[in-house]
């Protein structure tokens, strides 16, 4: 199932004043090309233009682009009424140049009306002359296509020249080669001194190959033979596997080398997971909507508070419905900004506090749990110094959010929760919460909305208790509020075809939710009424450990482990506690059948959407059952599957930024934007990639991967939302992971 649509807006402002309109040219089997007079030899002719001074100049259309401009969509020039045919690879190119140089243009093809959908963009920093050409599929028909160079967003003027543009249809799909590096694949990071070691080699090789293990230096401190696995289904390669575990000795430094290959560095040790558990954790403050960004707090990542009612934004403090839906507003603000855009969905939301939760939970019961790793004053936050455990504020941060999107008392479907409060339309990247400008809606009430409110609240409602009585009442009489209003409306889902402006995360079997909800408040309560419904529940006894994890659209699991790892009197505890450990033993099995040992084994090599955090929770699964029995053979899975993520997999990247010497930097996000502005940064250290997606969605990730195998479907680009984003849910499992592995020190 697609985790959500997400699509790139070339804004109203863009449509400009034409100059001249000319019929579409229709696209044939053959090289077509669909620009019409690219090449400016006499006339401007249809191409329009926006806040600039435009005109011919030896054979270029050249721009005086006005400073002072706040968006690159507030100064353009375009051309309307572009035919393009789905399927079709084109070549879009053109001449341009910045005068001074370092300008950035956004380059954008894209629907020329409503919603203003873009298809593809393309942002090269200007120099004084320069040509540029990109490839990509058209994901639709379309005769109403647009091709518009965005330059606004400069404090100064500057001149904007153009050539030659066109877009050519029915050219080959571009190659795309990855550059991997060398065959040995490890965890960049590090691994435990006491824990597995495992690596994997890409060779053509039948029998097996010698391996050294060196130190900094240079020395051999081990060595030993690969295990030769053969074809490797998940990536096309033919593999061997290599096990140093014996090595038990800490460092940095480390390479491995087989096959007369040197892999990247690694250390042994656990100060990169001491790191790590806090950057993941450390992530959500930047997510944070509604308040300013310190850059005290978050050297470079400072910036003003979004969509708190300044100019240009609509604000979140007085938001109405959807024409139709309700007839009041609601003060929805605070709350994190789910993913590389600025809605906020409380189906996303909940299973992702909930996860952050859990993180602290684990370490209250866990036999290898440490509460005060991410106790107050560990996350560099505004409360820290307020007697509360960090990551507990940084959940209140987005709980506060959730209760707030409860129907008010008197109000049809009171009690319910909305599904999602994000723009009317779609915007554009890059875009800094505080200019976003786009009018906020409310999006009808749901079931499984209501249910994560009910879920998560409830969990608050225990461990909030100790810190803040009163907040801990207010979450738990939402909890009930919400439960007995899911309980009156049990089958209103999402419409799939709500997804513009935000993701529709549409979701139309609630059972799994109720059963979550349930379980939360048993064990918060533990009431008779909420114990019958889980007993009752068909999911109680099903097998909720499926290959592709749990998610935001499949939370059975969540009820799960809490109700086998928080201290009960549930009848029947331990056959929960059983099902969980025999979850993880499927999943070991998965990890022990793959050479680059991921417990992840979807049917038919087909990689989900934000494949990366599965992958870390059917780890979770795993480590949960070392927390329940001990067993060494579930400590050395968990730790063993954050190797995939880390490094040790068939592209030899980290999807975690800032953690390996290469890793995913480039997340599609409106505001960790460096890679089209570099007055922006890149996503903080500790954000995870959404990694392969074998569905590439994007038009991007269409014109490069066409074709791809399993862990090859994934291109670290800002503009490849569908394999490359960044998301609330995707780094609690990293932020749970990564405590666990600290933890085993």
Known sequence: MNRRRTALLSLAALLGAALTALPAQQAGADETEQVRNGTFDTTADPWWTSNVTAGLTDGRLCADVPGGTVNRWDSAVGQNDITLLKGTTYR???????????????????????????????????????????TFTAPVDSAQGQVAFQVGGSADPWRFCLDDVSLLGGVPPEVYEPDTGPRVRVNQVAYLPGGPKNATLVTDAAGRLPWRLRNAAGTTVAKGWSVPRGLDASSGQRVHSI????????GTGFTL????????????????????????????????????????LRPGYGRAAGHVGVAPNQGDASVPC???????????????????????????????????????????????????????????????????????????????????MQVPAGQPLAG????????????????????????????????TATLNLAAAAAQAARLYKPYDKAFAAKALKAARTAWAAAVAHPKVYADPADATGGGAYNDDDATDEFYWAAAELYLTTGEKQYADFVAGSPVHTADVFVPYGFDWSRTAAAGRLDLALVPSKLPGRDKVRRSVVRGADTYLAALAAQPYGMPYAPDGNRYDWGSSHQVLNNAVVIATAYDLTGASKYRDGALESMDYVLGRNALNISYVTGYGEV????????WYAHQLDPSLPDP??????????????????QGKLQGCVGQFCYIDDIQSWSTNETAINWNAALARMASFVADQQ
């Not at 096990?243 to 800490?250: H, P, T, V």
């Not at 319910?416 to 409310?442: F, I, S, Y």
């Not at 890793?663 to 409106?670: A, E, I, L």
Request: charged fraction near 20%; glycine fraction near 10%.
């Open 92 to 134: 879009f190119s053109f001449s341009a140049s910045g005068v001074p140089e370092g300008h950035v243009v956004r380059a954008v093809v894209g629907l020329g009306a409503a919603p203003y959908d873009t298809w593809y963009e393309a942002t090269p920093v200007l120099s004084p002359s320069g040509s540029y050409a990109y």
């Open 243 to 250: 096990d140093f575990g014996a090595f038990r000795k800490g």
């Open 257 to 296: 080398v087989a096959d007369g290959e040197t892999s990247r560095p690694f250390d042994i040790g656990t100060a990169a997971y001491r790191r790590l558990r806090v950057d993941a954790a450390k992530y959500y403050y930047t997510q944070r909507s509604g308040i300013a960004i310190r850059d005290d």
């Open 322 to 404: 959807r024409p139709g839906v309700c007839d009041y507003t609601l003060d929805v603000s605070g709350g994190w900004y789910d993913a590389g855009d600025h809605g906020k969905y409380v189906v996303n939301g909940g299973i992702a506090v909930w996860e952050l939760m859990s993180t602290y939970e684990r370490s209250l019961h866990a036999r290898t749990g440490h509460p005060a790793a991410l106790g107050d004053g560990t996350l560099a936050l505004p409360e820290s110094g307020n007697r509360t455990p960090d990551i507990l504020d940084e959940a209140r941060w987005e709980l506060d959010f959730l209760l707030r």
């Open 416 to 447: 319910m929760a909305h599904h999602k409060v994000h723009d009317e339309q779609w915007t554009g990247l890059p875009l800094l919460p505080d200019d976003d400008p786009q009018k906020r809606e409310l999006h009808p009430p749901t079931t």
């Open 663 to 670: 890793n995913s930097h480039r997340q599609h996000s409106r």
């Open 684 to 701: 903080p250290a500790g954000t995870l990639a959404g990694g392969p997606n074998s569905s590439i969605q994007d038009p991007f990730a």
